[in-house]
């Protein structure tokens, strides 16, 4: 049996198709990894009130989950925020006296991607914050502040190392989890760039690829540590 602890997915257009449907098979697949004592998280840009809501409703079948792309984490029944900044509401403020709509969580501000010129120019004036641009958002996070950071955190949660995690994702923000996981997949609708960092690109879309991906893990799991490969 290998050495992959721990599965860390993207949420949107990878556990999910575009329509937050779940693709048959997914659960089951998840199951019997789970038995085979790999854990499964998710790990989404979205903000904590939505993922909460998600884990409850998997009812077990989430281990745990990192919110607001890396800066909020919710594992062991506790939330914890991983990431945070000061001058959070002078930002609200000046996005919303420039008519720049926003959607607040806990800590992330994501904005449309067609307002990229004014927020550029916003966060001049606001450098405890970086942007990352998502599919169809920008993300304003602290300074610092991935996908990586909120991996880490369950790192040390589950105290594991990078070569006991495995990752999947679609867009520009999942390749910030490549560094810190021994194999990365990418799901077949996932961006060009996505695709030349993993390991294992899937032949099927969204919860299709996922569940394929899974799939793989289990015949590496079955293989031994030798065949541990792209």
């Known amino acids: 049996m290998n050495s992959i602890r721990l599965v860390l997915s993207d949420y949107d257009r990878t556990f999910t198709d575009e329509t937050l449907r779940v693709a048959p098979g997914l659960a089951e697949a998840i199951r019997r990894l789970r038995d085979r004592g790999v854990l499964f998280s998710i790990v989404s840009g979205r903000k904590y009130s939505f993922m909460i809501d998600f884990y409850r409703s998997m009812e077990g079948l989430v281990d745990s989950f990192i919110a607001e792309n890396g800066c ?42 067609r307002h990229l010129p004014e927020v550029e ?49 679609d867009a520009e923000n999942d390749i910030e989890m490549r560094g810190l996981c021994r194999l990365m997949g990418a799901v077949a609708n996932a961006l060009p760039a996505v695709k030349s960092e993993s390991d294992y690109v899937c032949k099927r879309s969204f919860g299709a690829g996922l569940l394929e991906f899974l799939e793989h893990i289990e015949r590496l799991q079955e293989a031994g540590p030798a065949e541990i490969t792209g």
Not at 79 to 87: D, N, T
Not at 98 to 111: F, M, N, P, T, W
Not at 124 to 135: D, L
Not at 136 to 145: E, F, I, N, R, T
Request: glycine share 14%; with cysteine; charged share 20%.
């Open 72 to 113: 909020v984490g919710y594992a062991g029944g506790c939330r914890q925020v991983i990431a945070e900044a000061g001058g959070r509401e002078e930002l609200l403020q000046e996005l919303g006296s420039r008519s720049i709509g926003y959607d607040a969580g806990d800590v992330v501000i994501s904005v449309h991607r």
């Open 121 to 169: 120019e916003v966060l001049k004036f606001f450098p405890a914050y970086h942007m990352i641009q998502n599919v169809d958002s920008l993300m304003l996070l602290p300074q610092g502040a991935s996908k990586a950071t909120g991996i880490r955190w369950l790192m040390d949660v589950y105290c594991l190392g990078p070569g006991q995690m495995a990752c999947i994702g």
